[in-house]
């Protein structure tokens, strides 16, 4: 049998994630299986709130100016900018989908990459 989690245990473990990432977390879009980051986006001090057991990112759309290499985004993560620490990946990119929705998916270096809202959502 599967476990299932109550709302407010969801938002509860999401919330946690928040605390994780700190007041200076960045947001990485990366090609697939991660072998090249895209653009990099600051987030918010306060990443984000979370709310039937969805956690939304706060402070979208935000923008890298300047990507950092060409390809296709495939996957994103979210870390810590101080040390790098993974808070969580696997993420899903898309134009207009996913659970990081860019304004495209093919992104060459130099461009700017705009983020138009990024959200978590806690399975079961």
């Given at each position: 049998?599967?476990?299932?989690?109550?709302?407010?245990?969801?938002?509860a473990?999401?919330e946690a994630v928040?605390t994780?990432?700190?007041?200076?977390?960045?947001?990485?879009?990366?090609?697939?299986?991660?072998?090249?980051?895209?653009?990099?986006?600051a987030?918010?001090?306060?990443?984000?709130?979370?709310?039937?057991?969805?956690l939304?990112?706060?402070?979208?759309?935000?923008?890298?100016?300047?990507?950092?290499?060409?390809?296709?985004?495939?996957v994103?993560?979210?870390?810590?900018?101080?040390?790098?620490?993974?808070?969580?990946?696997?993420?899903?990119v898309?134009?207009?989908?996913?659970?990081?929705?860019?304004?495209?998916?093919?992104?060459?270096?130099?461009?700017?990459?705009?983020?138009?809202?990024?959200?978590?959502?806690?399975?079961?």
């Amino acid at each position: 049998m599967a476990v299932t989690y109550t709302t407010a245990v969801k938002n509860a473990r999401l919330e946690a994630v928040v605390t994780q990432i700190g007041a200076t977390g960045v947001l990485e879009i990366c090609s697939a299986a991660y072998a090249s980051v895209l653009a990099t986006i600051a987030l918010n001090s306060t990443a984000g709130t979370a709310s039937g057991g969805v956690l939304t990112l706060s402070g979208f759309p935000k923008s890298d100016a300047s990507a950092d290499n060409s390809g296709t985004a495939a996957v994103a993560r979210i870390r810590t900018a101080s040390g790098g620490t993974t808070i969580c990946d696997g993420l899903t990119v898309g134009a207009g989908s996913g659970d990081v929705n860019l304004d495209t998916t093919t992104i060459n270096a130099g461009q700017t990459v705009t983020i138009n809202s990024a959200t978590i959502t806690h399975a079961a």
